[in-house]
């Protein structure tokens, strides 16, 4: 393999691994944007979708797309519960409650999976793992190809949903002026109960795509939390598109990094560029309005 | 009112420091000495959330940083004085807590508290990940027992004293830093650091002194627990202590410093005689954290004195009303 066909693997590579980001960065961002409130269990529900999916087809032998679907309503509903039960009853009072209430809901949610799962790592039995695209010397998996189609389709669903639907106007009102929504007669706190439970779903999405292209664990929250928020920093609060740049860019950048230097520090790559961005341009890329 | 208090505070101390001489071994023992470490960390932890007013996921880092600044240092060196590890560990601490603190006061919210996120994530990638320096995930292994002076820490009730005194202190620097002029400061930066610093307060400077005292004291916790487990691993960085110390804060009440200790009482009684499995251990918790929350936003000390709070209120309102005396306020409370 030359060294140009080296680069490309990795580029791509890159892609793939950042698409599964800005899936589960969106729904973070749609979160963060709309109800100014950090999901710090935004991981966890990251983990749930790829277990039950995984559940679903191991033990239930649903066929893929099917358990995908129960578990996406699945964590989309446990989503709309947590909204309900701890974040709606703490979101007036300050945000350090809802920081900390969300922490420990991670911490439940983890273990519970922990008690009925396991420890032991398991793999989203997808039927797309074996096969492989060979395009010259370069060959991407169908698994791969699914997940950046799935994310562009999904992205481009969630655009248009956002700029030109009666719903996305409602989201509009109440990320920007959620008094001034109330006043006009929109259900303010629907309109987030469905930002929660959506944002939630978008997390286990991820969590199933790219679950099928590694092994799952259910200790695997705290790493993707952290890419959501490295790439929602990096991003932009509240800016969808500036997200899918970011995912992206961190995905290449730490392709790049593994490729060519060690995968040991992949980590640490995140974290740096995440410390600079606040403390340089704590906005992000595009972030600054809301919801754009 | 105070008074009684200040009585019933130094009678529990008085019998907690002759405790084992009432011949106390055993899990009871083990209990009251991870209490104590639990005490020590959530109290250095409210320094953060209740007198900063910041929600900070660093303070188990700085544990970690102090107990692997002692077991580095003892495990090159078995010859090396106690108070010389020490003092390396404070100066350490102190440093990491400038660095991080000096970055992360900048910013406010839900910013600081993903920085203090990130930065103990560098430094746990590091500990991960260097292994010539940090042991790697195997972490440092063959601290060997305390000594101090001549004196062997060879049976865990030496370990129960030093960690008596060390929250003593905890609670003393913490008292004294929040006391005068230097906790007038720390205080109105918290409430209204606008204000604050109209009139002339520094408020970046008492928020990074509070940083900096709340991570020499935790790092001091560290090296404390290095040495009574006997090793060091990564798993310091972890969520367990994260979560475990900000339930206790929380359920005790924030910005109380007795209530974190109370919250760690009970939390770490609770884990060491109900033994479950450690993941409903961290179920319950969680669960109570969010249940604590919800329902006692201000935790079990700020419930309590609350109560008193207004029973004192109610006879003073009646007090000073005309034509009240003693023996018809009775009667209205009863």
Same mark, same amino acid.
């Given at each position: 393999?030359?060294?140009?066909?080296?680069?490309?693997?990795?580029?791509?590579?890159?892609?793939?691994?950042?698409?599964?980001?800005?899936?589960?960065?969106?729904?973070?961002?749609?979160?963060?944007?709309?109800?100014?409130?950090?999901?710090?269990?935004?991981?966890?529900?990251?983990?749930?979708?790829?277990?039950?999916?995984?559940?679903?087809?191991?033990?239930?032998?649903?066929?893929?797309?099917?358990?995908?679907?129960?578990?996406?309503?699945?964590?989309?509903?446990?989503?709309?519960?947590?909204?309900?039960?701890?974040?709606?009853?703490?979101?007036?009072?300050?945000?350090?409650?809802?920081?900390?209430?969300?922490?420990?809901?991670?911490?439940?949610?983890?273990?519970?999976?922990?008690?009925?799962?396991?420890?032991?790592?398991?793999?989203?039995?997808?039927?797309?793992?074996?096969?492989?695209?060979?395009?010259?010397? @370069?060959?991407?998996?169908?698994?791969?190809?699914?997940?950046?189609?799935?994310?562009?389709? $999904?992205?481009?669903?969630?655009?248009?949903?956002?700029?030109?639907?009666?719903?996305?106007?409602?989201?509009?009102?109440?990320?920007?002026?959620?008094?001034?929504?109330?006043?006009?007669?929109?259900?303010?706190?629907?309109?987030?109960?469905?930002?929660?439970?959506?944002?939630?779903?978008?997390?286990? $999405?991820?969590?199933?795509?790219?679950?099928?292209?590694?092994?799952?664990?259910?200790?695997?929250?705290?790493?993707?939390? @952290?890419?959501?928020? @490295?790439?929602?920093?990096?991003?932009?609060?509240?800016?969808?598109?500036?997200?899918? $740049?970011?995912?992206?860019?961190?995905?290449?950048?730490?392709?790049?990094?593994?490729?060519?230097?060690?995968?040991?520090?992949?980590?640490?790559?995140?974290?740096?560029?995440?410390?600079?961005?606040?403390?340089?341009?704590?906005?992000?890329?595009?972030?600054?309005?809301?919801?754009? | 009112?105070?008074?009684?208090? /200040?009585?019933?505070?130094?009678?529990?101390?008085?019998?907690?420091?002759?405790?084992?001489?009432?011949?106390?071994?055993?899990?009871?023992?083990?209990?009251?000495?991870?209490?104590?470490?639990?005490?020590?960390?959530?109290?250095?932890? &409210?320094?953060?959330?209740?007198?900063?007013?910041?929600?900070?996921?660093?303070?188990?880092? +700085?544990?970690? *940083?102090?107990?692997?600044?002692?077991?580095?240092?003892?495990?090159?060196?078995?010859?090396?004085?106690?108070?010389?590890?020490?003092?390396?560990?404070?100066?350490?601490?102190?440093?990491?807590?400038?660095?991080?603190?000096?970055?992360?006061? /900048?910013?406010?919210?839900?910013? +600081?508290?993903?920085?203090?996120?990130?930065?103990?994530?560098?430094?746990?990638?590091?500990?991960?990940?260097?292994?010539?320096?940090?042991?790697?995930?195997?972490?440092?292994?063959?601290?060997?027992?305390?000594?101090?002076?001549?004196?062997?820490?060879?049976?865990? *009730?030496?370990?129960?004293?030093?960690?008596? !005194?060390?929250?003593?202190?905890?609670?003393?620097?913490?008292?004294?830093?929040?006391?005068?002029?230097?906790?007038?400061?720390?205080?109105?930066?918290?409430?209204?650091?606008?204000?604050?610093?109209?009139?002339?307060?520094? !408020?970046?400077?008492?928020?990074?002194?509070?940083?900096?005292?709340?991570?020499?004291?935790?790092?001091?916790?560290? !090296?404390?627990?290095?040495?009574?487990?006997?090793?060091?691993?990564? &798993?310091?960085?972890?969520?367990?202590?994260?979560?475990?110390?900000?339930?206790?804060? !929380?359920?005790?009440?924030?910005?109380?410093?007795?209530?974190?200790?109370?919250?760690?009482?009970?939390?770490?009684?609770?884990?060491?005689?109900?033994?479950?499995?450690?993941?409903?251990?961290?179920?319950? +918790?969680?669960?109570?954290?969010?249940?604590?929350?919800? +329902?006692?936003?201000?935790?079990?000390?700020?419930?309590?004195?609350?109560?008193?709070?207004? /029973?004192?209120?109610?006879? &003073?309102?009646?007090?000073?009303?005309?034509?009240? &005396?003693?023996?018809?306020? /009775?009667?209205?409370?009863?």
């Amino acid at each position: 393999m030359n060294g140009f066909v080296y680069f490309l693997q990795e580029i791509i590579n890159g892609v793939v691994a950042g698409m599964g980001y800005a899936v589960v960065a969106v729904g973070m961002n749609l979160i963060l944007g709309t109800m100014k409130v950090i999901n710090f269990a935004h991981g966890s529900f990251y983990m749930l979708g790829a277990f039950v999916a995984a559940a679903m087809i191991s033990v239930m032998h649903l066929p893929y797309w099917m358990a995908t679907i129960v578990a996406l309503l699945f964590v989309g509903l446990v989503g709309v519960l947590s909204d309900i039960s701890i974040v709606r009853q703490l979101r007036e009072k300050d945000e350090m409650s809802v920081m900390i209430a969300t922490l420990g809901l991670s911490t439940l949610i983890t273990n519970v999976a922990q008690l009925i799962f396991g420890a032991n790592p398991e793999q989203v039995g997808s039927p797309y793992q074996q096969s492989v695209i060979a395009m010259g010397q @370069i060959r991407v998996s169908v698994q791969n190809t699914l997940v950046v189609g799935v994310g562009v389709l $999904l992205l481009i669903v969630m655009y248009f949903v956002i700029n030109r639907t009666k719903i996305g106007f409602k989201l509009h009102a109440t990320a920007q002026n959620s008094e001034g929504a109330r006043l006009n007669g929109i259900n303010v706190k629907l309109v987030y109960t469905i930002t929660f439970g959506v944002g939630c779903a978008l997390a286990a $999405l991820s969590g199933i795509l790219v679950g099928s292209t590694t092994t799952i664990f259910t200790s695997m929250g705290s790493s993707a939390l @952290i890419t959501s928020f @490295i790439v929602v920093v990096l991003g932009g609060m509240g800016s969808i598109t500036g997200t899918i $740049l970011a995912a992206l860019i961190l995905g290449v950048l730490q392709a790049m990094v593994a490729g060519y230097l060690s995968g040991t520090y992949l980590d640490l790559v995140g974290y740096i560029i995440m410390v600079v961005i606040l403390l340089i341009r704590p906005q992000g890329l595009m972030g600054g309005r809301p919801l754009s | 009112m105070k008074k009684i208090s /200040r009585i019933i505070a130094w009678v529990v101390v008085l019998c907690l420091a002759l405790l084992p001489l009432l011949g106390v071994n055993g899990l009871l023992l083990q209990t009251l000495i991870m209490i104590g470490v639990f005490a020590g960390l959530s109290m250095a932890t &409210d320094l953060i959330i209740g007198y900063i007013g910041e929600l900070s996921f660093g303070q188990p880092a +700085f544990f970690a *940083v102090g107990a692997y600044t002692a077991a580095k240092l003892v495990t090159t060196n078995p010859q090396m004085s106690f108070f010389v590890i020490l003092l390396v560990s404070i100066v350490v601490t102190a440093v990491f807590g400038v660095i991080i603190g000096g970055i992360s006061l /900048r910013l406010q919210g839900p910013f +600081f508290a993903m920085l203090t996120f990130g930065m103990s994530g560098i430094l746990a990638t590091l500990a991960n990940n260097w292994s010539s320096f940090t042991g790697g995930s195997n972490g440092l292994p063959g601290i060997p027992p305390l000594q101090i002076g001549g004196l062997m820490f060879t049976k865990p *009730v030496y370990y129960w004293y030093f960690i008596f !005194v060390l929250c003593l202190i905890v609670y003393a620097v913490s008292r004294i830093l929040l006391s005068g002029r230097t906790g007038r400061a720390i205080l109105s930066s918290r409430d209204n650091s606008g204000l604050a610093s109209a009139l002339g307060i520094n !408020v970046f400077r008492y928020k990074l002194l509070t940083f900096v005292v709340s991570s020499i004291l935790s790092g001091l916790i560290g !090296v404390f627990y290095a040495y009574y487990i006997g090793y060091v691993s990564p &798993d310091l960085f972890g969520i367990y202590f994260l979560q475990m110390t900000l339930s206790m804060v !929380v359920i005790g009440g924030k910005g109380t410093l007795i209530g974190p200790v109370i919250g760690s009482v009970i939390l770490t009684s609770a884990s060491n005689y109900i033994q479950l499995k450690p993941e409903w251990n961290l179920i319950i +918790f969680g669960l109570v954290t969010i249940l604590a929350l919800i +329902f006692f936003p201000k935790g079990i000390v700020s419930a309590f004195t609350h109560i008193v709070e207004r /029973r004192n209120h109610k006879t &003073d309102e009646l007090k000073s009303m005309e034509g009240y &005396d003693d023996t018809e306020v /009775r009667t209205v409370n009863g």
